[in-house]
């Protein structure tokens, strides 16, 4: 019998002698003693110039978050702005943020005081197509949950915008807001709501000489929830302090059946309907109805909205719209869809305000596209065509997202436009670049370039470009330097969107701005290692790194020719809170290891964006590992 | 002249070792990265390659390391081998060491080379790069002391030369699955490198449902006659209760671009 022949043994690359490569945990040598705890503080400078001004700003951020076990999770954001030749632009702010506090063994309190937002019930939220604004404030606002049954919130303050570039800080517009609201879920299928809001003396624009507005508002809700069929009854009102009286009601309703969903609904909204000092849809009437059906390979949906006047102020509009989107294989998809809205009466009716195309005139609109694995990445090939009574423009774009060593991004868009203004013709071309890389352990760059140039008559160019540099020149140090570019003669692509629950804010402004800024910042944790954010004891950790933008052509990639949105709260796990900076980006810096889930307050997305408050973006952190995630917001067709 | 084509596929196999009922290795909690990945290189051109160990536990851990070769069974399932097979080419591959300690939280750089020979010819071998913690000592139902270990083994595919897949597919049938009973594809691999369906198919079946079906994605090894199961759907939901005989047409897809038409009728 022959021997058992010997186990093989490795070859060892130098004898084994190679020396050892090991990252460890440089964190870990904080204190592991107490509560895990965070913070950061950073000191910024910026020089922001703005046509032919220049403005200098100087200030300190700081942030933390405590996580306790009898005491829920706390979260703190402040600033201090110094800013303007004199001082006069200089602010400051601070948030504290606290989610999950049990009050008793079913009863849970989330509050803020701060930068808040009139807080809203779960069914004021959850609105297929009218949407029930949040009022920004300096104040508190508060909400106290029972498991799955009970809502109840209130909230008090002066409103606020938002100002500052690099270091956000808040204008107190002056007058007060107060709400409060309940919801009850009176079992598996009955939700009721309602919320008040009383505002007095608060302009109903962004800055302080506005109009002034002092109004009283409600809203109640009734919804039903089983077997795939849910609808809701939503009912509001506002009374103004000359007496002006305005309600309305809407009727939404979805139903699940096999792989079509329908949704369809009513609305009657008199004149002048508010909520606070902001504009409720209003002065409408009418219904849509919109049916979706979506497989591994297909995506349709298709809709009808019909909307009318209640005052007879401006003429019916019919809007309908179509989507199609096949997976041919696992490499190639395409689609396409298209809007067309048509104005049903006399075309004088049509209001028109300064600058802008009013919605209600008759448009059309179609596009194409098509998505294709290639050997470089994933590409898309769009041609966009709308046409009304001013104008046709046709775009064709080529969106590229490359392959990129892990760590590392890049993505590519190119323009070609054709505006037929009548009168005129123009062409433009575009490029679009976003890029960047984690390089070696402490140095990280993210670059963002759009320009587009309009030739002939127009002769102008449009140019935003954004170049970030992060180095982490020692532990729980990292130095930034951002430099963006913004020049804009403030034309937009024609778009044709539903007349029903949309609230356009396109901003149409010449401008053109340039900004500087510097950043130090110190980041510092403390508490039980093994117990970080979300986590529990014995875990590792890893980063969660992000960026919430306006996902303009729907395919939920950041394409480079897309914008991040400003100053949005996302939520880890619902319970820790961070706001997204200038660009959109946002940061979890110690997360523990595993699957956690980010969620939007869309409260402060410019309408008509949105992010569903139901929705859930899943993210796998691994240890040491450092996680991106889009989120993408998208606009309702 | 040759190349050397090397595919790194990294799997996490956790397994254990000894006859016992849902042991845990308590303290194993290792996290290797990258997930996969390729290289391509010259015959007689060493390459050398990282794989990242992090130690996902609070306390420190040892790990041991060494090649495997591997067999992949007709469920997908991996066995391990330490012998060494007539096609190994566990003698091309050299460790960076045999034993490793990671601290909690840390993560550890471990390289690896493949040295093929010059003369090495076209075609694909594969070996598993075995990382194992220490053993630990549980009890079993019954009270006895079991030592176990977890490991994880990281697939490694070589081919060298311009070597590829080449797919077809040789019968038809139903297999049954834990997604009910599903057509299935016997899919031959007539080439000299692994390969892997994927794709979107259409299908009827008997009840006049219209479904979406699509290939599991199993390798299929070089010389090797795999059954292929195909999923159905409905929408975005799995059906487990198909009808026969259920109609399937349409075009699987493999490597880069290459195509099967398919259009059959699948009956029990």
Not at chain 1, 301 to 315: C, E, N, Q
Request: net charge negative; glycine share 12%.
């Amino acid at each position: 019998m022959a021997p058992a022949a010997a186990a093989y043994e490795d070859r060892l690359i130098d004898g084994g002698n190679l020396p050892v490569e090991l990252d460890v945990d440089d964190t870990a040598g904080h204190s592991t003693a107490g509560w895990p705890r965070a913070m950061y503080a950073e000191a910024v400078a910026s020089r922001i110039g703005r046509d032919d001004a220049s403005t200098n700003e100087a200030g300190i951020r700081f942030g933390g978050m405590l996580d306790t076990p009898g005491f829920g999770a706390f979260t703190v954001d402040a600033t201090v702005r110094v800013a303007g030749s004199d001082g006069q632009e200089s602010g400051n702010m601070i948030t504290l943020m606290q989610r999950g506090m049990p009050v008793s063994s079913e009863w849970f309190m989330n509050s803020t005081v701060g930068v808040a937002y009139s807080p809203m019930g779960d069914l004021a939220r959850r609105q297929a197509r009218f949407f029930v604004p949040a009022i920004q404030m300096s104040g508190t606002s508060v909400e106290w949950r029972r498991t799955n049954q009970v809502q109840a919130f209130a909230s008090y303050g002066e409103p606020s915008v938002y100002s500052g570039v690099y270091i956000p800080t808040v204008e107190n517009l002056g007058g007060r807001q107060a709400g409060a609201g309940l919801q009850l879920n009176l079992d598996e299928r009955w939700s009721v709501a309602a919320q008040a809001v009383d505002v007095s003396s608060v302009p109903t624009g962004l800055d302080k000489s506005s109009p002034r507005i002092s109004s009283r508002s409600w809203f109640g809700a009734v919804a039903s929830e089983e077997g795939g069929v849910r609808t809701q009854l939503n009912v509001a009102g506002s009374s103004l302090e000359d007496g002006d009286a305005a309600a309305g009601a809407w009727l939404d309703a979805m139903v699940q059946s096999g792989r079509i969903s329908h949704s369809f609904g009513g609305f009657y909204l008199e004149p002048e309907l508010v909520w606070g000092n902001q504009q409720l849809a209003s002065d409408a009437t009418g219904g849509y109805y919109r049916a979706a059906y979506r497989s591994r390979r297909w995506t349709l949906d298709g809709g009808l909205d019909y909307v009318s006047s209640v005052s007879g102020d401006s003429g019916d509009v019919l809007y309908g719209t179509g989507y199609t989107r096949y997976q041919y294989s696992s490499r190639l998809g395409y689609g396409g869809g298209t809007s067309a809205r048509q104005n049903l009466s006399d075309s004088s009716l049509a209001t028109r305000s300064s600058g802008v195309d009013d919605l209600r005139s008759t448009a059309w609109s179609a596009f194409g596209f098509v998505d294709a694995g290639n050997a470089w990445g994933i590409g898309r090939g769009q041609l966009n065509y709308a046409q009304d009574s001013d104008q046709d423009s046709a775009q064709l774009s080529l969106d590229q997202t490359w392959n990129t060593h892990v760590g590392q991004r890049l993505s590519t868009s190119l323009l070609f436009g054709r505006v037929d203004l009548g009168s005129r013709t123009e062409n433009s071309a575009g490029l679009a670049v976003f890029g960047g890389g984690n390089f070696g352990r402490n140095f990280s760059i993210d670059a963002n370039a759009r320009w587009n140039k309009a030739f002939g008559d127009a002769d102008s160019d449009d140019l935003f470009a954004n170049l970030a540099l992060n180095w982490g020149f020692a532990r729980g140090w990292t130095a930034s330097a951002n430099y963006y570019q913004n020049r804009s003669d403030g034309r937009f692509p024609l778009t044709v969107e539903s007349p029903v629950g949309i609230d356009p804010t396109y901003e149409r402004l010449d401008r053109s701005d340039s900004g500087l800024y510097l950043r130090v910042r110190y980041d510092w944790r403390a508490g039980l290692r093994t117990a970080p954010l979300g986590g529990s004891p014995g875990m590792g950790t890893g980063r969660i790194n992000g960026v919430l933008f306006l996902d303009e052509n729907d395919n939920g990639r950041f394409d480079a020719s897309e914008s991040g949105a400003a100053n949005v709260v996302v939520l880890l796990n619902g319970r820790f809170a961070v706001r997204t900076d200038a660009s959109g980006r946002f940061e979890f810096p110690t997360v523990v290891a595993g699957n956690h889930s980010l969620s939007v307050v869309s409260d402060n997305l410019p309408l008509a964006w949105n992010v569903p408050a139901e929705a859930r973006f899943d993210v796998r952190v691994g240890v040491r590992g450092q996680s991106q995630i889009e989120l993408a917001a998208r606009r309702q067709r | 002249m040759y190349k050397l084509r090397l595919i790194l596929t990294s799997t996490a196999l956790l397994g254990t070792l000894g006859p016992v009922s849902e042991p845990r290795a308590q303290d194993f909690a290792a996290v290797v990265s990258p997930p996969r990945f390729e290289i391509r290189a010259e015959p007689g051109q060493r390459v050398r390659q990282v794989v990242e160990i992090t130690n996902a536990g609070p306390r420190p851990s040892r790990y041991h390391l060494r090649t495997a070769d591997w067999t992949l069974g007709a469920d997908g399932g991996v066995t391990f081998s330490e012998d060494m097979t007539p096609d190994s080419c566990r003698s091309w591959v050299a460790i960076e060491r045999r034993e490793i300690e990671v601290p909690g939280g840390g993560r550890y750089r471990y390289r690896f080379e493949v040295q093929a020979p010059p003369d090495a010819t076209r075609g694909e071998c594969r070996f598993a790069l075995m990382i194992e913690g220490d053993p630990q000592t549980v009890q079993t139902g019954n009270g006895l002391p079991v030592p176990v270990s977890g490991r994880i083994g990281v697939i490694v595919y070589v081919t060298v030369g311009e070597a590829a897949a080449n797919l077809q597919v040789a019968a038809t049938s139903v297999a049954d699955t834990t997604g009910g009973t599903v057509p299935a594809l016997s899919v031959h691999n007539a080439g000299n490198a692994h390969g892997r369906l994927n794709g979107f198919l259409s299908g009827t079946d008997a009840r006049g449902r219209r479904l979406e079906f699509f290939p599991s994605t199993l390798p299929i090894l070089p010389g090797e006659t795999r059954l292929i199961p195909l999923t159905a759907s409905i929408g975005p939901d799995a059906v487990t209760d198909l009808a026969y005989p259920v109609r399937v047409a349409g075009i699987v897809e493999w490597g880069d671009g290459r195509r099967i038409e398919i259009d059959q009728l699948f009956t029990r």
